[in-house]
Nanobody, 121 residues
């Protein structure tokens, strides 16, 4: 099994910054894409950003130019640097990884438990 542990959430004023790390551990043969999603109260979970093992990134239009996703493959860790935060960024942020737990198996999608980000106006 693959476990994902997020940290770094909290309360910040509008215009501020936060950095969310997410570390993968457990039985890991390889990890393909890693990313962040978020879910605000009463809304569906939405993609924020993803990064492939080769470093290719993808962002939601709402965060382009403000958020940066990066990855340390040696540490199986993905980071989300969030700058110029807005109240509408308030949500629970979830880490996701597409990982292969063994050499003989396939890839599966794994999720962290989520970390709360609250941006006050």
């Amino acid at each position: 099994q693959v476990q994902l542990v997020e940290s770094g959430g909290g309360l910040v004023q509008a215009g501020g910054s936060l950095r969310l790390p997410c570390a993968a551990s457990g039985s890991i043969f390889s990890i393909n894409a890693m990313g962040w999603h978020r879910q605000a109260p009463g809304k569906q979970r939405e993609l924020v950003a993803t990064v492939t093992s080769g470093g290719r990134t993808n962002y939601a239009d709402s965060v382009k130019g403000r958020f940066t996703i990066s990855r340390d493959n040696a540490k199986n860790t993905v980071y989300l640097q969030m700058n110029s935060l807005k109240p509408e960024d308030t949500a629970v942020y979830y880490c996701n990884a597409i990982a292969k737990p063994s050499v003989s198996g396939g890839y599966f999608s794994y999720w962290g438990q989520g970390t709360q980000v609250t941006v006050s106006s």
